[in-house]
C-alpha cells in the first residue's frame, strides 16, 4: 500500500509564494510520475505538474514559468514552488503518484491567493 500526504498550503497575497511538499511511503517504485494537480470551487480538477523519475516534467500552460516541480528520489518527495501567485490559483492542490498501473492520491492541501 502507499501512503500520500501534502503539506504547506495557506492563504497568501497575489503576488506572493508558497511551496507546497508531498511525502510518498509504503511500497514505492524507482519507476513513477510524481505530480500536483488542483480543484478549485466548482471546478474539475486540473493536472498543474508532473515529474518523471528521471527528473523529465510537464507543466499546465497557466502556471509556466511561475511553478516549479521537483523531487528527491530518496526521500519519495516531491515539491511545487510557487511563484508569483494569481486569485485563480485559488483551489485544493492534490499530490499523486502513478506506478505500476496504480493512482495514489493525496488529502489535499488549500492554497488561498486574496486579490
Known amino acids: 500500500q502507499v501512503q500520500v500526504a501534502e503539506s504547506g498550503g495557506g492563504l497568501v497575497q497575489a503576488g506572493g509564494s508558497l511551496r507546497l511538499s508531498c511525502a510518498a511511503s509504503g511500497s514505492i517504485f524507482s519507476l513513477n510520475v510524481m505530480s500536483w494537480y488542483r480543484q478549485a470551487p466548482g471546478k474539475q480538477r486540473e493536472s498543474v505538474a508532473h515529474?518523471?523519475?528521471?527528473?523529465?516534467?510537464n507543466y499546465a500552460d497557466s502556471v509556466k514559468g511561475r511553478f516549479t516541480i521537483s523531487r528527491d528520489n530518496g526521500k519519495n518527495a516531491v515539491d511545487l514552488q510557487m511563484n508569483s501567485l494569481k486569485p485563480e490559483d485559488t483551489a485544493v492542490y492534490y499530490c499523486?503518484?502513478?506506478?505500476?498501473?496504480?493512482?495514489?492520491w493525496g488529502q489535499g492541501t488549500q492554497v488561498t491567493v486574496s486579490s
Open positions: 499523486r503518484i502513478y506506478q505500476g498501473g496504480w493512482t495514489y
Open positions: 515529474i518523471g523519475s528521471g527528473g523529465d516534467t
